[in-house]
RNA sequence: CGGGGCGUAGCUCAGUUUGGUAGAGUGCUUGGUUUGGGACCAAGAUGCCGCGGGUUCAAGUCCUGUCGCCCCGACCA
């Protein structure tokens, strides 16, 4: 392994602090800026352009599966938000209220979307009639608030962006197999571009979306060992359809309740990105989000032919890569510091010793292996690197998830694991019953995350009440 | 919403104990020398000391109220 010294001072160390190595990151890679309203950031170009990136390969994955886009409003009346109860229930504590137009006050208040199922309802009751009017695959890309009491970046804040598929099928079945079918496009998201290992699983009865019959998530592990849901998706059965008065008449000339679903993803996904493969020495990208893929970092830059033959790598890379040239006058030594700060997958230095050579050298930021290569045929060479990155990250964090899952019994086993080994996923069965999963919570400090879809007997009785139980639990201490 | 910490230059903070000219480092600007792991020299610019009220000859400093931010819990994507 080569060094893995601390390089920048700036950043706390993660083991020092990971709460403030965390929040240093954000802000010296410039990802965010707090503005005057607590929980509102400034997403800055640097962060923007990594959603974006995120938003681009997600879009081509919905549209590839049939999905349409659509622009609903950001207000919802009062008396609409009320028409599912257990929605109601679940999202009122966090609404911010609009009550006055200009100086006059509203008849009604309105709310800004904490989501918008209650919209979608209210247009699907306007536009569905009959089975030939269905399904209906709409996702919107757009922001939402909720009133946290406390924020953070990325992970929980006031305001953030996100998509919402909500979808609507003639059948059960078609909605159940939506849920699972888009379920599984998030885990793919995640592991392939996001390099990053995820945990499908079905959420416990206490735990699901407000007004859902089944929510399912992707559960991932964070490198200080706390768990982040990183996606869910829900099963509606018809309750909504109710709730909002939709139907349609079937091939049968009968009037039937549609079922819906509705999953998403947020920018908590980038939050997620840096406490999965950041370290000491700021954040680390996976190439396929990254907004700078290459950097080029021309050395002894005021020398004969630098300066000329880093644009000419650079014009010959950016047809297929995101590559940026640094030819301010900083430092080289400020620079390898600046991009490893923001993460950039590749680095690629070229000096005059290079040029004579016709080389240059590469590093990988998640290990900062040095590799001297040909200029000629470089694209390949990149393409090599930028995959070495992606399969090396992935490798670290399930590395990582693996050393800090523990299989339980007991829950003196549970206590016993998190105390000498560290926070992580617990893996114990459950009888089902809410009051073993509040007391596991209570005595141990890990609550259920998920059950896993990928089912394991890991013995034959609850964790905690000692019953017959056939549920696998994923428990952790969640962000 | 509970517990803790903090608001002074763009940033990190000292100065508050014991009231008396507004400070440092870093960043920024200009010029020069440098350049393979956060270079160096010189010159410069930068402040409603969070906000309101009070005490005082005098308040960054004392009293009081208020707002905000960060961290830890409970709740949540």
Known sequence: MPDNKKMVAAITSMDEDFAKWYTDIVKKAELVEYTSVKGCMVLRPYGY????????????MFKATGHENVCMPMFIPE??????????????????????????????????????????????????????????????????????????????????????????????????????????????FCEKYLAMPVIKGK????????????????????????????????????????????QFTGKDNKTAFPHQTSWG???????????????????VLPPDIAPVQAVILPIAMHKDGVLEKCREVMGQLSAQFR??????????????????????????EIGPKDIEAGQCVIVTRHNREKTVVSLDGLEAAVTEKLAEVRGGLYANA?????????????????????????????????????????????????????????????????????KQAENLVLWGKAY
């Open 79 to 188: 008396s609409l938000l009320q028409k599912e109860k257990d929605h109601v229930k679940g999202f009122a504590p966090e609404v911010a209220w609009v009550t006055h137009g200009g100086s006059e006050k509203l008849e009604e208040r309105l709310c800004v979307r904490p989501t918008s199922e209650t919209l979608f309802c209210e247009h699907y009751a306007n536009i569905i009639h009959s089975y030939r009017d269905l399904p209906k695959l709409y996702n919107q890309w757009c922001n939402i608030v909720r009133w946290e009491k406390t924020t953070r970046p990325f992970l929980r804040s006031r305001e953030f962006l996100w998509q919402e598929g909500h979808t609507i099928h003639a059948t059960a079945e078609e909605a159940i197999e939506e849920t699972e079918r888009m379920l599984n496009i998030y885990a793919e």
């Open 323 to 348: 590559v940026k040239l640094d030819d301010s006058d900083n430092s080289p030594g400020w620079k390898f510091a600046e991009y490893e700060m923001k993460g950039v997958p590749v680095r690629i």
């Open 49 to 60: 352009a990594i959603w974006e990136n995120i938003q681009r390969v997600l879009d081509g």
């Open 398 to 466: 399930l590395q990582n998830r693996e050393n800090r899952t523990y299989t339980c019994k007991e829950l003196s086993e549970i206590t016993a694991a998190l105390e000498s080994k560290g926070d992580g996923f617990i893996k114990a069965m459950w009888c089902g019953a809410e009051e073993c999963e509040d007391r596991v919570k209570e005595q141990t400090g890990v609550g259920s995350r998920c059950m896993p879809l990928e089912f394991e007997k890991v013995s034959e009785t609850c964790v905690c009440c000692g």
């Open 265 to 283: 993803v947020t920018t908590r996904l980038i939050g997620a990105v840096i406490m999965t493969h950041g370290d000491d020495n700021g954040l």
């Open 203 to 246: 959420k416990t009865e206490s735990d699901k979306f407000a007004g859902a019959e089944a929510t399912y998530a992707i559960e991932a592990l964070m490198h200080d060992g706390k768990a982040l849901q990183a996606g869910t998706s829900h099963y509606f059965g018809d309750g909504f359809a109710r709730a909002f008065d939709i």
